[in-house]
Structure formats: C-alpha cells, structure tokens
C-alpha cells in the first residue's frame, strides 16, 4: 500500500506564505468585482470596456509568466518574486487615481505583469517543495488556500465599494500586497535547487519551450487547466452586470453571492484528495470536465425554457466551481511533475497557456455581455465541449499520463 509523506511543520509554514503570495494573484481580479458597475459609470465609459479589467489583467499576468519561469530557472525564484510584487504594489494604488478608462486598462494590464509572479512562481515553488502524487494530494490542500480569494474578496470588495468607494478596493488591495512580499521576503528561502544557467539564453528557451511544445499530453492538459480558470474568469467578467443590473442586487448582496459560489471551489478541493486516493489523478480530471459539461446543459436548457433566477444562476456557478476544483490541481500535477530541471519554464508556459486561454475566453463572453445569463450558459457549454474532447485525446501511453491512471490507495 502506497503512501504519502505528511508535510513537516517547516513546510508548512513555507507553504502558508507562499499560498498568501499565491493568493494574492488573483486578488487583482476578485476584489473589484462587486465595483465593476461603479467604475464604469464613474470613468463614462460602457460594458465592453470595463470588462476589459478582468481580460487585460488576465493578458498581463499570462503573458509575463514567460518571462519570469525562465528567468527563476537562472536566477531563482525569490528575486523575482520580490520584483513582480514590488511592480503590482505600485501600479495597484496607481490604479485608484485613474481618471479616465484608457489609463486603467493600461495600469490593469501592468498590474497583470506584477501579478503574474504571484501565480506563476507560486505554484513553481510548490512544485519545488512537493512532487508527483504528494503534489496532487498535499497540493490540493494548498489549493484550498488559494480558494479564500473568491470566499473573501468579494465580499470585502462589497463592503469597501458600499463604504468607501471603488478606490478604496485598490489601496487596500496594495496593502495586502504589501504585507504578503514582507512575510515573503523574511520566511521563505530560495526554493530552486536546480539553477539553469541557460535558461535566459535564446537557445536555452528555445530548446526547454521546443520540448515542452513537442510534449502532447503536456500541452492538452494545460488546455485543460485552461479550461478550468476559464470557468471562474468567465463568470467574473459576466456577474456583476447580472446580479447587480438584471436583478438589481446591492454591491454587498452580490459580494455576498459571490462568496457563496466560490465556497464550491473550497468544497471542490476538499474532496480533490479523496477522489485522487480512490480513481487516480487521471480520472479525477475527467470526473470535473464531466461535471462542468453537465452543469452548462442545465444552464442552457433552464435558459431555453425562461427559468433563469438567481438561485439558479448561483447553484449551477457554485457546481461549476466545484469542477474546476477537480481539473487544476490535477493539470497542474501531470504537466509539472515529469520536468524537475526545467520547472520553472514547465511552470511558465503551463501558466501562460492557461492564463491566455482564460483571457481568451473572458475577452470572447465579454462582447456578448447584453446577453448575460445566455452568454455565460454558452460559454460554459463550449468549456465543457473542449474540456472533455482534451481529455479524451490525451495518449494514454504517455508515462506523464500512466503515472497517475491507476488508482492507489494512499494515507494522508
């Protein structure tokens, strides 16, 4: 009977920083969303901008993990870390003395660049930390962490919109990035053991981002993981104009909602292990992209037949959050685990085609946002449609995919 090996205190205290830095990723995203009709009408602009808050974050962030994989992989991962945060600090605050919406957008996009380090090298040094099934299992539980961000920022975004304003969100938003870069920066070690001196070199990055292009179940499971970022970006672009201009719900209600929603994420993670443990990474993967496959039917059809409430509307978003729960962290394990000398590249293209993906998908549903509740079923749908095509063309063979097929049982 195969086992793994608990975490020791030490890790757990590296793990609990470099999950608050990691979480701090995607704050960028969840804090401002219950602001995003109060900043539209506060810069004169309209939906298909303003959307462009969450896409052109989602565009810096994805894009800029190119850079900082292999540049970690020579230089490691800390000063990199401290550099992006420092960035994403500054343009934070700067973004909250906007005046105009082209001046946004662009802070967003650099706030995305900053940001990107927080995602990319956050799951990089897990990685470093944690390998093959103790990352799938011991990670998803770190996963769990990184789910507090749609818990929380929301509603605290709510709250500090119906208080304080939408500027408030950003200052704030910079001083929790602030204080997870000082704990960073006195914990947490360099966690890169295996420094590539021509990971920054044109051949270097040529060679390691040619052999991962050439792997197929390496590219179709980030597609995957992909996939399942696509499912939240998608409905964050999307619910703030739904709840609080359809049905005219309360920036803090909303908030409120949302919360409820990103609770499936944390339930999701907390069943992730168990599912791993009994039928396998492989097919725990295939049982979320099953899951969002069937909740964008009853989404569909609930729209096709004009019963769309927000009840509704919050238990499919809340099922379809429990998916992604169960399709990232296993994507995340089968694409890095073969590739110990290259993990920082590995890391940044994973992140980078998973992040494009997801910008892709939210820049897409953001030109049908007049539609709502519709453009979100449809999107969903289509998700689901790729997801389970990915999954069904991964080759078996492949050891990155064999590896975690079989079931084991395992104690945690």
């Known amino acids: 009977m195969a086992s793994i090996q608990p975490v020791s205190w030490h890790e757990v ?27 539209m009408t506060y810069l004169h602009t309209d939906k298909t901008h303003m959307q462009q808050s969450i896409s052109l974050f989602l565009l810096g962030l994805g894009g800029s993990l190119l850079f900082y994989g292999p540049l970690s992989d020579r230089y490691g991962r800390k000063p ?8 994403a600090i500054v343009t934070s605050v700067m973004c909250a003395f906007s005046t105009s919406i082209q001046t946004f957008l662009l802070l967003r996009l650099c706030q995305g660049i900053g940001s990107g380090v927080c995602m990319g090298l956050g799951r990089t040094m897990v990685a470093d930390l944690l390998q093959g099934a103790r990352l799938a299992a011991i990670g998803s539980y770190f996963a769990l962490g990184i789910s507090l961000s749609p818990l929380i920022a929301p509603t605290l975004g709510g709250y500090i919109q119906h208080g304080l304003g939408w500027q408030a969100n950003f200052i704030v938003l910079g001083g929790i990035l602030t204080l ?169 293209l994973y992140g ?33 449609v790729m997801g389970i095509l990915l999954f069904n063309r991964l ?4 050891p990155l995919v064999t590896q975690a097929t079989e079931p084991k049982k395992r104690s945690l």
């Open 80 to 87: 990199l870390v401290i550099i992006g945060m420092t960035f």
């Open 352 to 384: 980078s085609l998973q992040m494009l993906f997801a910008f892709v998908s939210s820049a897409v549903v953001g030109l049908f946002s007049n539609n709502g509740v519709a453009a979100l079923a449809m999107m969903y749908g289509v998700l689901g």
């Open 395 to 398: 080759p078996h063979h492949d």
């Open 180 to 348: 997870a870069l000082v704990l960073y920066s006195v914990i947490c070690p360099e966690t890169n053991q295996h420094l590539n001196k021509q990971a920054v070199t044109m051949q270097g990055l040529y060679h390691n981002y040619a052999a991962l292009l050439s792997h197929a179940a390496f590219i179709r499971v980030t597609l995957m993981a992909g996939v399942g970022l696509a499912i939240s970006m998608v409905f964050a672009t999307l619910s703030a104009f739904i709840f609080q201009n359809q049905f005219h719900l309360s920036p803090i209600t909303y908030g409120w909602l949302i919360t409820v929603v990103g609770i499936g994420a944390f339930l999701g993670k907390l069943i992730c292990p168990f599912l791993i443990a009994r039928i396998g990474s492989h097919q725990t993967l295939g049982a979320g992209l099953s899951i969002l496959f069937l909740a964008a039917i009853a989404l569909i059809v609930l729209v096709a037949i004009q019963q769309v409430t927000v009840f509704f509307i919050t238990l499919i978003a809340f099922v379809c959050l429990v998916s992604q729960s169960l399709i990232i962290p296993n994507a995340l394990a089968l694409a890095l685990s073969a590739f110990p000398e290259k993990r920082g590249a590995a890391g940044a």
């Open 13 to 39: 205290k590296l793990l609990s920083v470099i999950m608050f830095v990691a979480l701090c990723g995607m704050l960028g995203v969840d804090i401002h969303l219950a602001s995003l009709p109060h900043i």
